[in-house]
Antibody, heavy 117, light 106 residues
Framework: QVQLQQWGAGLLKPSETLSLTCAIY????????WSWIRQPPGKGLEWIGE???????GYNPSLRSRITISIDTSKKQFSLTLKSVTAADTATYFC????????????WGQGTLVTVS | SYEMTQPLSVSVAPGQTATITCEGD??????VHWYQQKAGQAPFLVIY???NRPSGVPERFSGSASGGTATLTISSAQAGDEADYHC?????????FGGGTKLTVL
């Protein structure tokens, strides 16, 4: 049974860089697509992007200029970096797993609340 | 950008059937996934590819999609079904979520 455990700084100032990491326990890394999703307080979910197949990435066009998703297969971890944050980036950030592009996200991390203030 | 519209809230009496819709351009041609999210928790997959139920999800949960609407149906609703429900679909190389629907069982 795969589990995802995520961590990162919870409080940032405007213009700083958000950095989150998600560790993969109990499953293969290379087979799956690994995604980041965020949810502003009281609002819906927003897909940030994904990484798969040896480092290929797909990003939400609305965030592409500020985000980087990377993976360290030896550590079984993948990470999200979001530059130049503003208050609008305040959200709970989730990591998640899908089998392929367009597959459902069948496993989620616990979420990390990031506040920009 | 692909938009999917969900009602903000749906109410259902215990034991009755709840229907939650997700409207989007030709959404019936897309693979729509549905997630349940209880307060303070991560989303949980309840329906995938429009009408498939993961193992362990009660048969009370079902889905369908046609034309411009995808639908999540919860029959014999229980208090434990109270949650936010989110639809998800892909348009090209980008994934999108609906705005979420709060289901109240009262």
């Amino acid at each position: 049974q795969v589990q995802l455990q995520q961590w990162g700084a919870g409080l940032l100032k405007p213009s700083e860089t958000l950095s989150l990491t998600c560790a993969i326990y109990g499953g293969s890394v290379s087979v799956y697509h690994w995604s980041w999703i965020r949810q502003p307080p009281g609002k819906g979910l927003e897909w940030i992007g994904e990484i798969y197949q040896g480092g290929r990435t797909g990003y939400n066009p609305s965030l592409r200029s500020r985000i980087t998703i990377s993976i360290d297969t030896s550590k079984k971890q993948f990470s999200l970096t979001l530059k130049s944050v503003t208050a609008a980036d305040t959200a709970t950030y989730f990591c998640a797993r899908g089998l392929t592009r367009k597959s459902p996200l069948d496993t989620w991390g616990q979420g990390t609340l990031v506040t920009v203030s | 950008s692909y938009e999917m519209t969900q009602p903000l809230s749906v109410s259902v009496a215990p034991g009755q059937t709840a229907t939650i819709t997700c409207e989007g351009d030709s959404i019936g041609r897309k693979n729509v996934h549905w997630y349940q999210q209880k307060a303070g928790q991560a989303p949980f997959l309840v329906i995938y590819r429009s009408d498939n139920r993961p193992s362990g999800v009660p048969e009370r949960f079902s889905g369908s999609a046609s034309g411009g609407t995808a639908t999540l149906t919860i029959s014999s609703a229980q208090a434990g079904d109270e949650a936010d429900y989110h639809c998800q679909a892909w348009d090209g190389d980008t994934s999108f979520f609906g705005g979420g629907t709060k289901l109240t069982v009262l």
